[in-house]
């Protein structure tokens, strides 16, 4: 299924020889470990040295933007060459950008995505390399959203998808999965057993984790490069939001990096992890000016489940993300997590615990006096993820009372 029309636009004024079909150049992914680069056919999860690999994204140039395309494949240009060749499309479109007056704030809603959650940008550009190189079958881990999204992308692109849970995890996570035709796979203990097993299981499949790919963090920085067009071409002072793995602030660094690259904006925006308390790993490492985080006891645990990581695979990454930026990373309770969905909520917008955590931490910072100097005039706050994807937890939070006594 792909996007009805898209092959057919004529070439743009100023596209280059790579701009039609994506990629860039013939080695576009490296390995920060050691350097080798890997072509566009040449599909692993991971160097052969073990190191990660990154997909090198060329300088944004808005003459190569898809003048009838909306969301991800509008940047084609600057997306991997196998991925754009074989595009996958169920209308991971641009999401909204607004304003909300009550909340005095600009919030992009990305929880408004096919799946439910952010996570679709990167699944759409995951899956259609996998489709294009043909592979027919994957494996990966996860707790939630990214397992979400990998099944509706895998479902729409004929790949059968086994995914690797926690055994104790919340049926309601998973149940999005199941219905859309994955194999679920409980491991018990915790969340990193679950990554060992996929692992084990990628000798006979392959490894898509949303962690490791550097396909799907290239999909992810597509939406750095909506938000700067739906500003009319120009950077926010700052961007919030929620950090587990570092998923989001990775994928704006990209996005915000080629278009500083393209000369399109003159400096980044300040990028702002926000994280649960009880995971908090990259704070404490930024707060220490370590270059790598420290795995973080899991403690008590988070009602923000997507970001409950004790250690972020491309931590040093993320890290160097955010000096780059001079942002920062901070930390919220649970308490403030819920506050800011309910408030979200009651403005209209219905997002799951974890999707408020980039809003939780504006409140945070803007304080009492609903100012901050360090986010400056124009922040814009990512709702990550759709609170129907919560259950009831948002509504007995509201009302614990609400539901019929005994039912
Ligand atoms: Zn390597």
Same mark, same amino acid.
């Given at each position: 299924?792909?996007?009805?029309?898209?092959?057919?636009?004529?070439?743009?004024?100023?596209?280059?020889?790579?701009?039609?079909?994506?990629?860039?150049?013939?080695?576009?992914?490296?390995?920060?470990?050691?350097?080798?680069?890997?072509?566009?056919?040449?599909?692993?999860?991971?160097?052969?040295?073990?190191?990660?690999?990154?997909?090198?994204?060329?300088?944004? !140039?808005?003459?190569?933007?898809?003048?009838?395309?909306?969301?991800?494949?509008?940047?084609?240009?600057?997306?991997?060459?196998?991925?754009?060749?074989? !595009?996958? &499309?169920?209308?991971?479109?641009?999401?909204?950008?607004?304003?909300?007056?009550?909340?005095?704030?600009?919030? /992009?809603?990305?929880?408004?995505?096919?799946?439910?959650?952010?996570?679709?940008?990167?699944?759409?550009?995951?899956?259609?390399?996998? &489709?294009?190189?043909?592979?027919?079958?994957?494996?990966?881990?996860?707790?939630?959203?990214?397992?979400?999204?990998?099944?509706?992308?895998?479902?729409?692109?004929?790949?059968?998808?086994?995914?690797?849970?926690?055994? #104790?995890?919340?049926?309601?996570?998973?149940?999005?999965?199941?219905?859309?035709?994955?194999?679920?796979?409980?491991?018990?203990?915790?969340?990193?057993?679950?990554?060992?097993?996929?692992?084990?299981?990628?000798?006979?499949?392959?490894?898509?984790?949303?962690?490791? &790919?550097?396909?799907?963090?290239?999909?992810?920085?597509?939406?750095?490069?909506?938000?700067?067009?739906?500003?009319?071409?120009?950077?926010?002072?700052?961007?919030?939001?929620?950090?587990?793995?570092?998923?989001?602030?990775?994928?704006?660094?990209?996005?915000?990096?080629?278009?500083?690259?393209?000369?399109?904006?003159?400096?980044?925006?300040?990028?702002?992890?926000?994280?649960?308390?009880?995971? #908090?790993?990259?704070?404490?490492?930024?707060?220490?000016?370590?270059?790598?985080?420290?795995?973080?006891?899991?403690?008590?645990?988070? =009602?923000?489940?997507?970001?409950?990581?004790?250690?972020?695979?491309?931590?040093?990454?993320?890290?160097?993300?955010?000096?780059?930026?001079?942002?920062?990373?901070?930390?919220?309770?649970?308490?403030? =997590?819920?506050?800011?969905?309910?408030?979200?909520?009651? &403005?209209?917008?219905?997002?799951?615990?974890?999707?408020?955590?980039?809003?939780?931490?504006?409140?945070?910072?803007?304080? /009492?006096?609903?100012?901050?100097?360090?986010?400056?005039?124009?922040?814009?706050?990512? =709702?990550?993820?759709?609170?129907?994807?919560?259950?009831?937890?948002?509504?007995?939070?509201?009302?614990?009372?609400?539901?019929?006594?005994?039912?």
């Amino acid at each position: 299924m792909t996007n009805a029309g898209f092959a057919d636009l004529p070439g743009q004024p100023g596209a280059g020889p790579d701009a039609a079909d994506g990629g860039s150049g013939p080695m576009p992914y490296v390995c920060q470990s050691c350097g080798a680069g890997y072509g566009d056919a040449d599909l692993r999860w991971r160097c052969d040295c073990g190191g990660i690999l990154d997909f090198r994204m060329p300088a944004a !140039r808005v003459a190569d933007f898809r003048p009838a395309a909306s969301g991800v494949w509008r940047y084609a240009s600057l997306l991997p060459r196998a991925a754009v060749a074989a !595009r996958i &499309s169920i209308g991971e479109h641009a999401t909204p950008l607004v304003l909300s007056e009550r909340l005095g704030v600009l919030l /992009k809603l990305d929880h408004l995505m096919p799946s439910g959650s952010y996570k679709d940008r990167g699944a759409a550009v995951l899956a259609s390399r996998l &489709s294009g190189l043909g592979v027919r079958e994957i494996v990966l881990d996860s707790s939630g959203n990214a397992g979400a999204a990998m099944s509706t992308y895998c479902a729409a692109a004929g790949i059968a998808a086994t995914v690797f849970v926690p055994a #104790g995890n919340s049926p309601m996570k998973l149940a999005q999965s199941v219905a859309l035709g994955a194999r679920l796979r409980p491991v018990p203990g915790p969340r990193r057993a679950a990554t060992e097993a996929a692992r084990e299981a990628a000798a006979d499949s392959f490894y898509a984790s949303h962690n490791w &790919s550097p396909d799907f963090g290239a999909g992810l920085a597509t939406l750095a490069l909506e938000i700067w067009e739906q500003l009319g071409g120009r950077a926010p002072s700052a961007v919030l939001a929620p950090c587990g793995n570092g998923g989001i602030v990775l994928g704006l660094a990209t996005g915000f990096d080629a278009l500083l690259r393209g000369g399109l904006i003159e400096r980044l925006p300040r990028l702002v992890a926000v994280q649960s308390a009880a995971f #908090g790993s990259v704070a404490d490492a930024l707060a220490r000016g370590l270059d790598q985080p420290e795995r973080l006891s899991a403690g008590a645990g988070t =009602i923000a489940e997507g970001i409950a990581c004790e250690l972020p695979v491309r931590g040093a990454q993320v890290l160097a993300a955010i000096r780059a930026s001079d942002g920062a990373a901070i930390t919220v309770t649970d308490r403030e =997590i819920t506050d800011a969905a309910l408030a979200l909520a009651a &403005s209209g917008f219905y997002a799951e615990p974890t999707g408020a955590v980039g809003y939780a931490g504006l409140r945070a910072l803007r304080g /009492k006096d609903g100012t901050s100097a360090l986010l400056g005039e124009s922040p814009v706050v990512i =709702i990550s993820g759709s609170g129907l994807k919560s259950g009831r937890a948002l509504a007995d939070l509201r009302d614990p009372s609400w539901w019929p006594a005994g039912s």
